[in-house]
Each structure stands twice: as C-alpha cells, then as structure tokens.
C-alpha cells in the first residue's frame, strides 16, 4: 500500500452507468467507500447491488462513469486495482477439479502468489475458518455453511485491503450468521475496508457503519447507519390507557399524540423527550385518565428501508 | 506479466486432464492402436504402399493429427465452458490476470495434454511399426500449431456454447467429416480428381500433409503451402479467440 495514492477513498465510484439492452442496471450512481469502512450496500432485488459490485471487480463492463480502489482506475491500473479486493460472490463457484486447500492454493496463484508464499496463510485461513479438516475433501462433501466459510476464506487468501461480500448469509442458518458476523467484524477489527450487500436490514444495521440503499439504480439514500436512522425514522412512544378514549385528549395537542387506529387505548407519540414525556403524563393524571403503561419502541434500518424504496427487501 | 497466474492456470489445466485421464487421455492412445491393428497392419497389409512406406506407417502420423486435432479442440472448449458454467472462471476473472494470460493458458494446457498424446502414440509407432519422425524439429512445430489452432477453437466455441452440446456441433458436423476426408486413410493422388481437387478447400487436409511430412518427408501439396496456410490459420484463431476473452464475450457482463 505503499505507492497508493495518499487520502484516496477505498472505493471511489462517480457516475456509473450500466446497461442490460434497453434496460438500465445501475443509473449513474455515486459513491465512496472510505479506508476501514464498514459499509452496507442495500435495496431490493434487482436494485443494481450485484452488479454495481461486479462493476467494481471487473465481471461487468461499464457503460458510463468511472471507479477507482484505492484511487486506482479499475479499468487502467487493473491489475494493482484487482489485487486490493477480495470478493465473496453470492454463488458458490468454485473449482470442482480442486480440493479446499488447492482452490485456496491456486486462488492465491491467480494472484500471483507462489505456493510457498502463501502456506501458511493458507492453514491459518483453514484453520480460522473450522475447514483443517476438510482440507483435502472436494468441495462437493463440504456442507452449505462450510461452503460459505470457504468463499471468505478464499477472498482472504491473497490479504487484500478490500473484502466485498455479496449477500453472505444468504441460505445460512442463524448460528452461522452470526458467527460470520463475528468474523466480519474482526475483520474490520483488523482494518479490512468492507463492503456488504444484503437483503437482510438487521444485518446491515448490526455491521455497517455507512449504508448506501440503491432503488431502481440510483442511489436513494448515503449516509451513517445511525445518520439514516435520525433522519428517515422515528423512535415512537406508546401509553396505554386504562380506558378507550374517543379522540387524543386537546391537552396533549402539542405533542403530536395519535390515537392508534386499531386500539382506542393507545396513545402514539413521535420523538417525545423524557421531560415532555413527564409532562404528558402530569397532564393526563391531572385529568384523571389512568396510565397502565408506556412503550417505546426503536426505529429500525427496516423502517427506513420501507420509507425510501416503498417495499421490502425482497 | 503475471507469470505465477498464467502457470497456476497451466497446472489447473494438466490437473483436470489427468483427473479425467480415463476420459481423455486413455481413449485417444487406445482408439488410435486398435486403428493401427485393424487398418494399418490387418487391412493395410493387402495395400502397397504410399510414398514410400508401408500402408500403416503412413497411416500413423494422420491418427496422430486426428488425435491431436480432437484432444486440443476438447480439452479448451469443454474446461472453458465448464468454466463458465459453473462461473468458476470467476476466480480467474477477479485476479490479476490479462486476457492474454488467460487465452495463452488454457491454449498451453491443451498443447501439453496433446503433446503427451501424440507422443504416447510416436512411442507406439516406434514400438509397433518401428517408424520415428525423419524431422523432429517439423515434428514438434506441426503439432504445436495444429494443437493452438484447434485449441483456440475450442476456446472460440467454448464461450460461444449456450449449452453443452452446442460445443459438439463443430466437432460432430465439421471436424471429424473433415479429419476422415481430409487424408488421414489415403494421400489425394489416391483420389478420383474431382474429389482430390475438393480436399485442397479442407482445411484440416493441410495439418496432416504437413504433419505426415515429418514422417515420410513427403507431401501432397508440399511443405511450402501446407506449412504456411497451417500458420496462418494458427494465428487467425488465436487472434480471435485473444480478441473475444479481451472483450469479454459471455465472460464479463
């Protein structure tokens, strides 16, 4: 990393286009990925998540627009690009031909790695993944999570700056999600830039620390996890009411408080601070309206996703 | 240049070879001895010979050619379309590897399994018909530039195949029609004019003219044309196979 170019983002794209025929993939979207990021790349299916990545790869050509790693254009200095970034492609595709420790072994060849420079990153990365003993088993005798694991480990093999994760849960059980995470964040831990796209809103609200949510190609929405939820979602408080009420009582007017719809005893409030809370509830008691309860309930990534795109992941 | 890149992609190719020796590497040896048996010294014994061999000497460098021609064309276009298939050409397409290093490896891969081939069958020759090329250095050139051509069609075919069996379309309608015409059994002077006339538009006519001349030191056409147009022919397919994985054809979206 010696000769990159001082404060350049990880990952720079401007403008990118891309077209399928008639149909536009990506419609000239703008981004930057900075150095240590944990950034989460998120929109419906079909938004252009996949293949605004393999633009940034090299599996698709683009049409429009230009991407730099590092601040190396990937369509120029290619080859110094492409050696900054791992990739972990939803799909499994890997080498039938070649047992775990060779696909590690010739990934990294591909690379231009020489086996003895690689061995022991290679049985740590065995080792580190739980695949040591299925190190000399085809892939087709590993199971689904150990698939999984060995897509990483292979986008590890030759120690790049960037690792790109294409949905990397999709399909897994929840003990291995989790503990995926876990390596993902260790990984952040030890200064990898990480770009994920997933489907799951939790994921991304658990990991990352920017979010990028593309709709139809561009880009709706750039900002820090906790900057989306400040400004497209609302923490929202209840009370609960001993007794139905017919309409939210006038008093509570400057509160902004709804009556919920389906339940005539839940008073609805929106960014309501601890002494205002206080206050309504003085007022309430001063009118003699009992309280049993009060709720808060968090804004989630979901609820921001819903409120950009207008549907869910899926 | 990314040498360990293109030798690991080199290692791949000799790798899947030998994991499917019994596919590929067995029949081509064993086929071209039952020919030598059946046509060569059963058959070919009730024919004088041809340019001044035995029947069966002569036969053998057109088995070696029909060999080397149908291993080279199938070694690239099934692994590349594999490959592809499976999208495990991926991993090659994120590393830092040039279309260059790409096409020349798999071409590489296909000339080594070749090699090892056509000279199984020289050592059966040797053995068997105690014939031995009279040219090595034409020996090794012919089959080198028969095995890239074909090898380069493979690749050609290889990203063009929708589905497995598009590869065999070239092989089934147009190779082997050709390779059995095209003077593999019998020299053209052999030929009723007409049909002798017509094998000088058959391509493959020419790489086992030119192949058979290590042997014999003899030509239909002599070594100036068949030589020549085996070259270019070489370097029309390589050139078309670089250009189509340097653009990506079905390989990058």
């Known amino acids: 990393m010696a000769d990159a170019p001082h404060q350049a983002p990880a990952i720079a794209v401007h403008h990118l286009v891309k077209r399928y025929g008639d149909a536009t993939a990506v419609n000239g979207i703008s981004f930057a990925v900075e150095r240590g990021d944990f950034f989460g790349f998120l929109g419906p299916n079909g938004a252009g998540k996949t293949t605004t990545i393999n633009a940034i790869v090299g599996l698709a050509r683009v049409d429009g627009g230009r991407i730099e790693v590092f601040g190396r254009d990937v369509s120029t200095a290619w080859r110094k690009a492409r050696r900054l970034i791992g990739l972990a492609p939803q799909e499994y595709n890997f080498d039938r031909y070649l047992r775990v420790r060779e696909i590690l072994f010739y990934q990294a060849g591909y690379y231009g790695l020489r086996p003895r420079d690689v061995t022991t990153r290679v049985d740590a990365l065995l080792e580190r993944f739980g695949l040591s003993a299925k190190a000399d088993a085809f892939v087709a005798q590993l199971s689904g999570g150990m698939k999984r694991r060995l897509t990483l480990a292979r986008a590890l093999v030759h120690d790049p700056q960037i690792v790109i994760l294409d949905e990397p849960t999709a399909g897994v059980d929840v003990e291995l999600r989790l503990e995926l995470w876990e390596t993902l964040r260790a990984l952040r831990r030890e200064g990898k830039t990480i770009v994920l796209t997933t489907h799951y809103i939790e994921e991304a609200e658990a990991l990352c620390e920017r979010i990028g949510i593309i709709e139809s190609g561009r880009m709706v929405a750039l900002e820090t996890t906790e900057g989306l939820l400040r400004s497209h979602a609302r923490d929202e408080l209840t009370i609960t009411l001993a007794h139905p009420l017919q309409a939210p009582p006038p008093m509570l007017a400057h509160f902004s408080a709804r009556l919920d719809p389906e339940n005539a005893c839940r008073l609805r409030f929106e960014r309501l601070s601890p002494l205002q809370l206080s206050e309504a509830l003085a007022l309430l008691g001063r009118e003699g309206i009992d309280v049993e309860a009060v709720n808060t309930e968090r804004a989630t990534l979901q609820d921001v996703f819903l409120a950009l795109t207008g549907r869910g992941a899926r | ?253």
């Open chain 2, 1 to 253: 240049m990314n040498f360990v890149g293109l030798w690991t992609l080199i290692k791949r190719e000799m790798k899947r070879s030998f994991q499917i020796i019994n596919q590929v590497i067995w029949p081509p040896i064993i086929s071209t001895l039952l020919y030598v048996f059946v046509f060569g010294l059963a058959l070919g014994s009730r024919i004088k010979g041809i340019q001044g061999v035995s029947y069966a000497q002569f036969l053998l460098p057109g088995l070696v050619m029909m060999q080397v021609i149908d291993g080279a064309y199938g070694e690239s276009s099934s692994s590349i379309f594999q490959a592809r298939f499976t999208y495990a050409i991926q991993e090659m397409l994120v590393a830092p590897m040039s279309a260059g290093e790409i096409v020349f490896g798999y071409v590489f891969g296909s000339v080594l399994r070749t090699f090892l081939i056509a000279n199984a069958i020289m050592v059966l020759g040797v053995l068997l018909l105690h014939t031995t090329p009279t040219s090595w250095g034409l020996y090794v050139a012919v089959l080198v530039l028969v095995a890239v051509l074909f090898a380069s069609l493979g690749i050609i075919f290889g990203l063009m195949a929708e589905k497995y069996d598009n590869i065999a379309v070239l092989t089934t309608f147009a190779i082997t029609p050709l390779v059995f015409v095209g003077g593999v059994f019998t020299s053209i002077h052999l030929l009723p004019p007409v049909v002798a006339h017509l094998s000088l538009l058959n391509p493959i006519f020419y790489t086992i003219d030119a192949f058979r001349y290590s042997y014999t030191g003899q030509s239909d056409v002599g070594l100036a044309i068949s030589l020549p147009v085996v070259g270019a022919m070489t370097a029309a397919a390589y050139a078309i196979a670089y250009a189509m994985v340097r653009a990506g054809y079905k390989l990058r979206t």
